[in-house]
């Protein structure tokens, strides 16, 4: 995500089990044993550290295999440096990018090293998040200006003496610190580490019913098992997150986007149309996500359960070749 640095580390299919909160890869020293196979019906597919990310990635692995007979690869790698390894052609295709509008003038625009696959179908949003319990107990909370009166509710043995505004994976684009030094706001930014560690922690704070505040985004599978309510912050509008430094609104809704390796987009036959042709719903991503996440399925095993059940969504997909 621009707002996550959101959309790959070990190779072949049983590393998507491992990826949630893993610490990722240098692609700029890493290839895929598969990448540029002379021969060989291959693709290699960039993988996110964040669960929806590898239910996409999974079930697209899964059909590629499965139905169309390819040689799949997985590798994992931070949002921007994954739009370097698609440039170069270390990857095939990154399946969710939550907006990097850098990256794509300079691959897209400008090299031309980069082709747009079209839009995922799903709708990203990130945001700062209370649990639904605590909202109804303070109503008001969920309007930023109101925060100060809380942060006391919210002090950890992190946050020194203010309030916790709890992050996920430092290697995520987060714009947090400036919104809290901007919004003068008496809060502290803690990194959980990762999406799972973050999990976790929201998992323990609902259990015990104590007050929260997060960063998280949607569509994501915690939702369904810990409700929350989101804290309006000031509206979004074009261009003002243009300087970073003194951003003060909210997060945008960002349509999330597929992107090819130009030169796979041209040559790479049936897996590259079957890739622009990938489109579904926020329902069926986190769908996935939650036969993943929570039922603790392997993804080959949930990606095949979902190929399964919704046979007349993925031959949709198919009718591109």
Same mark, same amino acid.
């Not at 179908?121 to 909370?141: E, F, M, N, R, S």
């Given at each position: 995500?621009?707002?996550?640095?959101?959309?790959?580390?070990?190779?072949?299919?049983?590393?998507? !089990?491992?990826? &949630?909160?893993?610490?990722? !890869?240098?692609? &700029?020293?890493?290839?895929?044993?598969?990448?540029?196979?002379?021969?060989?019906?291959?693709?290699?597919?960039?993988? =996110?550290? %964040?669960?929806?990310?590898?239910?996409?990635?999974?079930?697209?692995?899964?059909?590629?295999?499965?139905?169309?007979? #390819?040689?799949?690869? &997985?590798? =994992?790698?931070?949002?921007?440096?994954? %739009?370097?390894?698609?440039?170069?052609? /270390?990857?095939?295709?990154?399946? +969710?990018?939550?907006?990097?509008?850098?990256?794509?003038? /300079? #691959?897209?625009?400008?090299?031309?090293?980069?082709? /747009?696959?079209?839009?995922?179908?799903?709708?990203?949003?990130?945001?700062?998040?209370?649990?639904?319990?605590?909202?109804?107990?303070?109503?008001?909370?969920?309007? %930023?200006?109101?925060?100060?009166?809380?942060?006391?509710? *919210?002090?950890?043995?992190?946050?020194?003496?203010?309030?916790?505004?709890? @992050?996920?994976?430092?290697?995520?684009?987060?714009?947090?610190?400036?919104?809290?030094?901007?919004?003068?706001?008496?809060?502290?930014?803690? *990194?959980?580490?990762?999406?799972?560690?973050?999990?976790?922690?929201?998992?323990?704070?609902?259990?015990?019913? $104590?007050?929260?505040?997060?960063?998280? #985004?949607?569509?994501?599978?915690?939702? +369904?098992?810990?409700?929350?309510?989101?804290?309006?912050?000031?509206? #979004?509008?074009?261009?003002?997150?243009?300087?970073? !430094?003194?951003?003060?609104?909210?997060?945008?809704?960002?349509?999330?986007?597929?992107?090819?390796?130009? @030169?796979?987009?041209?040559?790479?036959?049936?897996? !590259?149309? *079957?890739?622009?042709?990938?489109? %579904?719903? &926020? $329902?069926?991503?986190? +769908?996935?996500?939650?036969?993943?996440?929570? =039922?603790?399925?392997?993804?080959? +095993?949930?990606?095949? $359960?979902?190929?399964?059940?919704?046979?007349?969504?993925?031959?949709?997909?198919?009718?591109? /070749?």
């Amino acid at each position: 995500m621009r707002i996550r640095t959101t959309l790959t580390v070990a190779a072949g299919a049983s590393a998507l !089990a491992l990826l &949630t909160g893993c610490g990722a !890869a240098d692609m &700029t020293k890493q290839a895929s044993p598969f990448a540029n196979a002379q021969g060989a019906k291959t693709v290699t597919l960039s993988v =996110q550290s %964040w669960v929806g990310a590898q239910g996409n990635v999974a079930v697209a692995q899964y059909i590629l295999e499965h139905k169309l007979g #390819y040689r799949v690869d &997985t590798v =994992q790698v931070d949002e921007v440096p994954a %739009w370097d390894a698609l440039s170069q052609g /270390r990857v095939d295709a990154l399946l +969710e990018d939550w907006g990097h509008p850098d990256q794509e003038k /300079r #691959y897209v625009t400008d090299k031309k090293t980069i082709a /747009r696959g079209g839009d995922l179908g799903v709708t990203g949003h990130i945001g700062w998040y209370v649990p639904t319990y605590l909202a109804k107990q303070h109503p008001d909370i969920t309007d %930023w200006r109101n925060l100060n009166k809380y942060a006391s509710l *919210f002090r950890t043995a992190e946050s020194g003496g203010k309030g916790q505004l709890m @992050d996920g994976s430092p290697s995520y684009v987060t714009n947090d610190k400036a919104l809290v030094n901007n919004l003068k706001l008496n809060y502290q930014v803690v *990194f959980a580490g990762s999406e799972a560690a973050q999990i976790t922690q929201i998992r323990q704070f609902a259990k015990e019913k $104590k007050p929260f505040l997060t960063y998280w #985004y949607a569509p994501q599978w915690l939702f +369904e098992k810990v409700p929350m309510t989101e804290v309006k912050l000031p509206p #979004y509008k074009d261009g003002c997150d243009a300087d970073p !430094a003194k951003i003060t609104c909210s997060y945008p809704h960002t349509p999330l986007q597929k992107y090819l390796n130009a @030169d796979f987009a041209k040559g790479g036959g049936e897996a !590259a149309a *079957f890739l622009k042709k990938f489109k %579904w719903t &926020t $329902k069926d991503q986190n +769908e996935v996500s939650l036969m993943i996440a929570d =039922q603790k399925l392997t993804p080959q +095993e949930a990606a095949k $359960k979902w190929v399964d059940s919704h046979p007349t969504v993925w031959k949709e997909w198919l009718d591109a /070749r």
